[in-house]
């Protein structure tokens, strides 16, 4: 019988003693001095485990989950995207509505923006002035990164809240030019001295992104939409448009059903790359698009592309389920694999440092 | 004589143990205030129904259903089961998964007529409160293709039944609790030897504000020169939570001059959720309001006609559900603005046949039908078209699921029953193959009671209307998913007519789903569904019940689950870097299990509650990562009860206190949960026989 009450004590103890623990982290010090890549790994929507990592390319090192090593907290919900400006990097966090200033060497947070609708790119017009596009929002909001406030809006004309959708930015002098996506078909060209747009170009349907090469050219490519869309369905297609004029200059139709996405430019501006299925590349004076791709897929869905700016080396990010892992591929400019390296889930944008 | 004839029919119906759904429950009792829980005797050969030949079930104790006004059956699940019960929150969509399955593969019906999303293919547990559910069981694996097809993992079948038939009869409840909770529930009841009619109406709101601190993100402090100087994680409170939630239930049953009985049972259900934003969540909650609202009407007829060795039973239903989900945000002028504008309608009727017919005491010949057909409208976005008009992105559609099963269930000897049900399921134009199941019980030994059960099925799930038609991303083409499942179990019952009794079971079971559907992102940055995944499931399932009369006055009442369910994908690599291949699948658990144990002395009664997740991962590659991982789940509830019974009315004071231990704790990952929270409640059931 005492052995009983002693194995019905235990049992009891076992199911009280037993805690849970909301584990976080301890601040980790870092110090990656000299040139690296950011790999933003947007994670789940709404499960709010977007992640940073660090590569060095000289090294082949590559550190993940590195804002919240460094600072003991979490990066947020799907990170977008980064850019660097005078020694900082600014990670923009969508689903988090913050912009998060940090440190290129030690990761450590120097401060943040919020107040975002749903903030998607973040592009410096100076020290003191900021544009981040946004999806679900119709306007672009200015900021002003020295001391961290939205300072004004851009609204988009003819846009809606519920449609309301700018992507990636580009300043050619004194203008920004934004392609907008999501059931959109226009690039637009804002007066950064008034901050206000003052032309348009439509293009087809859902421009994806937005480069400028060499000359100085506004490079987009469209996703087409998808079947069934109300807003229509058609080849996707790679623009070359005149900024200043804000007219097509050349206009190449996808098959029906491919999907590119992700263009890029290397180092020099001379080269367009993009991904669909495999990762493609075209002079940008070329008149005909490419027969054959540049690397060819390894039987899955790229879902980011960067060009190293100073070796041309290609970097292309494999989500594979987009609940695991992403793996990241480096290739010589000549297509040869070099490294490849796991970083955070569904891994979307790059930085280079 | 017809009137002997009559009692004698409807004492079959509702005490029959073949032909009732009261049965396999365990009887517990109220008077004079006092608990009582009548402990029965043990005799297996003479308690197993020819019905559930080899079916593997876990019953739900009207205690466990009653326990609290504040409860949803996805509280009593999570702790009188061991099947995983995935909640965002508190009052948020609430997800159950058997043996390593999806949420989609429980199929769950009420009063017979399957009430899952035809466009999810979840059911929300949260919406469900469990006072409004008088009777529920699981059917594990292979047993789900008793009671419906599509059930790869299992199925919950939950029923409501008839007033008593004894006068008027009411019930009010009120409860109050933290972060502003105020739970009411109302029942006014009415029966005699005819008709039988039953009201229900229960109102739950919340501001849901509880505070928890946040170890997801920090607060900045800045110098003038906006450096930063200090952080420190801040006390939140969960923002954007607040829910109201308001169920009616109309009950009416009447008992013909034939004894055939008819009943109506009819359920509205009217919610209204804050959506709470995530802990990684930097913006000011009154900035935005993301907001689900839903009104559903379930309701059902049916008819019984019961005769000494058959049934035939018809029922009709109508289902109509409006959901509604709002994001907006104040863009600076005061004025809500909508971001997404989301509405649904479905509108679902139902018919069903069922008959039974006994052979003697050897053979039961069963065979039913039923038809759901649904209509669909989806309206997700609202858009501007090229053209300048306006656009709407969503879908319409109706698809008709007919289902039909047989089935001929035989004991040749008291200690042997053998069944084979055959089921067919026609989904739109597409047709099963038949479905069977085979099910084979027997007494192995008298003394202890030991039975084994073994059963095997094969079993389909056809894609949800979300799966086949959303607007981006719908998959026409999507393949239907298929399983076979295996199950083999022992069970014993020892006790004493009285004193104790002790029951236990142990189930192996072995499931192989292939063509999983899985929703991944596409090159044009949405989502779209694919047969991706093979995955194998298995595992063992045991449950134990204790109870005991401890001494004169005192009661001790145990239940006890325990489930490892490793729940492996084997299907090809999505690319050579896959490391999912050979891995637990994400968010299941592995081992669960829960603890219930009542203590029961006059008119108190104690309560204790546990319940256990091992970690959970969440990657599919089985990776642990810094920043996105759940560790082991503990989670215990007590509540202390006392019953009052002056001559006028039966009273009850309850007091509940969740999580006990004040755990700081995430369900799901950036969805914090509350620490330790109170409810007390009060309970009148006025006696209308006073002076007689």
Redesign the interface.
């Known amino acids: 019988m005492r052995r009983l009450h002693t194995y019905i004590a235990i049992c009891v103890v076992l ?2 003693t ?8 301890t601040e980790e010090q870092f110090e990656a001095s000299g040139e690296g890549l950011f790999i933003c790994n947007e ?1 789940n929507f ?4 977007a ?1 940073l990592s660090y590569y060095n390319p000289t090294t082949h090192h590559v550190e ?2 590195i804002f ?2 460094a ?7 799907v990170a977008q995207s980064m850019t660097i400006h005078r020694g900082s990097g600014w990670v923009v ?1 969508n ?4 912009v998060f200033e940090i440190d290129l060497d030690t990761f450590r ?4 923006i ?5 903030p998607r790119y973040m592009l410096f017009i100076s020290d003191e002035k900021a544009y981040v596009s946004q999806i ?2 119709n ?1 672009i909001f200015i900021i002003n990164p ?3 406030q939205i300072t004004g809006s851009i609204t988009c004309p ?1 846009m ?5 959708s700018t992507e990636q930015m580009v300043l050619l002098g004194d203008y920004v030019y934004v392609n907008c996506w999501s ?1 959109q ?1 226009r690039i637009l060209k804002i007066d950064t001295r008034t901050d206000e747009v003052v032309g348009e170009v439509e293009v087809g ?2 421009p ?1 992104s937005l480069v400028a090469d060499y000359k100085g050219r506004l490079w987009s490519i469209t ?1 087409g939409g ?1 079947s ?5 369905y058609e080849a996707a297609k790679l623009y070359c448009i005149d900024p200043a004029t804000m007219t097509i200059l050349g206009e190449w139709r996808f098959r029906m059903g491919e ?1 590119p ?1 992700e263009i890029q430019l290397n180092g020099r501006g001379d080269t367009l790359y993009w ?3 495999d990762v493609w590349a075209m002079s940008v004076d070329s008149q005909t698009l490419p027969v054959r791709p540049k690397i060819e897929s ?4 790229y ?1 980011g592309l960067t060009i190293d700016p100073r070796t041309e080396d290609i970097y292309i990010a ?10 990241i591929y480096r290739y010589s400019a000549a297509g040869e694999l070099i490294d ?1 390296f ?1 970083v ?3 891994p979307g944008a790059f930085c280079w440092k | 004589m017809r009137r002997l004839t009559a009692i004698l029919l409807l004492g079959i119906v509702l005490y029959c143990p073949q032909l009732s759904a009261q049965e396999g429950q365990r009887a517990y009792s109220y008077r004079d205030g006092e608990h009582f829980v009548d402990i029965e005797g043990v005799s297996v050969v003479g308690q197993r129904p020819i019905k559930e030949i080899g079916v593997q079930q876990t019953t739900f104790d009207s205690l466990a259903l009653k326990e609290s006004i504040a409860l949803s059956m996805a509280d009593v699940l999570s702790f009188n089961s061991s099947i995983f019960v995935k909640s965002y929150g508190r009052a948020t969509l609430s997800t159950v998964a058997f043996r390593g399955t999806s949420p989609s593969h429980t199929q769950v019906t009420w009063n017979g007529m399957r009430i899952n999303n035809p466009m999810l293919g979840m059911t929300d547990f949260s919406m469900i409160p469990s006072y409004f559910i008088d009777g529920a069981s699981l059917l594990h694996g292979t047993s789900s293709v008793t009671e419906t097809g599509g059930g790869l993992g299992g199925a919950v079948k939950l029923e409501s039944r008839s007033a008593s038939n004894s006068g008027f009869e009411l019930q009010y409840v009120q409860g109050v609790g933290s972060f502003w909770t105020f739970d009411e529930f109302l029942r006014l009841g009415y029966g005699n030897d005819r008709w039988q009619v039953s009201t229900r109406a229960s109102l739950a709101t919340s501001s849901n504000n509880y505070k928890y601190t946040n170890y997801d993100k920090k607060i900045n402090v800045y110098d003038e020169q906006m450096n930063i100087v200090s952080q420190y994680y801040p006390e939140e409170r969960n923002r954007s939570g607040a829910y109201r939630d308001f169920h009616l239930l109309q009950e009416l049953y009447y008992t013909l001059k034939n004894n055939d009985r008819l009943g109506l049972n009819a359920w509205y259900i009217n919610s209204n959720r804050e959506l709470a934003m995530l802990t990684t969540d930097f913006s000011d909650e009154r900035d935005f309001d993301n907001r689900q609202r839903e009104q559903t009407l379930r309701a059902v007829l049916s008819w019984d006609h019961l005769r000494n060795n058959y049934k035939i039973a018809a029922r009709g239903g109508y289902i109509h559900t409006w959901m509604a989900y709002d994001y907006k945000r104040d863009p600076g002028n005061g004025i809500m603005t909508t971001m997404t504008r989301s509405r649904s309608k479905i509108n679902t009727l139902y018919a069903s046949a069922d008959g039974e017919y006994y052979i003697g005491n050897k053979w039961l010949f069963t065979a039913s039908l039923a038809a759901h057909q649904h209509f669909v409208e989806s309206r997700d976005k609202n858009i501007i078209l090229q053209d300048g008009n306006k656009g709407i992105v969503g879908y319409k559609q109706a698809r008709i699921e007919l289902a039909g099963s047989v089935s001929a269930k035989w004991r040749p000897i008291e200690r042997l029953g053998v069944s084979l049900v055959l089921r067919e399921e026609l989904f739109g134009k597409e047709w099963t193959p038949i479905i069977p199941a085979l099910f084979v019980d027997g007494v192995i030994s008298e003394r202890g009671n030991i039975v084994a059960k073994a059963s095997v099925s094969r079993n389909f799930r056809f894609p949800t209307l979300n799966d086949l038609y959303f607007l981006p991303g719908g998959n026409p083409d999507l393949r239907k998913e298929s399983g076979w499942t295996y199950d083999a179990g022992l069970s014993f019952a020892v006790g004493r007519e009285g004193v104790y009794r002790l029951e236990g079971s142990a189930t192996w079971f072995d499931s192989h789903i292939s063509d999983w559907i899985l929703w991944l992102p596409t090159a044009k940055g949405f989502f779209s569904p694919r047969n991706i995944k093979d995955v194998h499931a298995y595992g063992i399932e045991l449950k134990a019940n204790l109870s005991v009369a401890l001494a004169r006055d005192w009661q001790l009442d145990l239940d006890g689950n325990f489930s490892w369910t490793p729940s492996i994908n084997e299907g090809e690599p999505m690319s050579p870097a896959d490391k999912s291949v050979g891995k637990q699948l994400p968010y299941v658990p592995e081992l669960s299990a829960t603890v219930n144990g009542r203590l029961g002395w006059r008119t108190w009664a104690f309560n204790y509650k546990w319940c256990y997740y091992s970690e959970r991962y969440t990657m599919s590659s089985g990776d642990l990562s810094l920043s996105g991982k759940l560790p082991t789940y503990f989670m215990s509830n007590i509540s202390l009860e006392k019953r009052f019974a002056p001559k006028w009315a039966d009273l009850s004071l309850r007091l509940a206190i969740n999580n006990l231990f004040d755990e700081e704790y995430l369900s799901v990952l950036s969805r914090p949960m509350p620490g330790i929270n109170f409810e007390l409640f009060l309970s009148i059931t006025p006696k209308w026989n006073i002076g007689k």
């Not at chain 1, 689903?95 to 913050?98: C, E, I, R």
């Not at chain 1, 809606?160 to 309301?164: H, L, S």
């Not at chain 1, 069934?228 to 229509?232: L, M, T």
């Open positions: 199911l009280i037993g805690c849970m623990k909301w584990e976080y982290g994670g709404q499960y709010g485990n992640t993940n989950e919240y090593r600072n003991a907290m979490k990066l947020g919900d966090v689903n988090s509505h913050v947070e120097k401060g943040r919020t107040g975002f609708t749903s679900w929002d306007r020295k001391s961290y003819n809606t809240m519920e449609q309301g059931y078909n349907i859902q994806t996703d998808y069934g869309s109300p807003y229509g999907s996405s991904l669909n299925d390894r039987g899955t869905i879902y494999d989500a594979i389920d987009y609940q695991q892992q992403g793996k490849e796991y955070g889930i569904i």
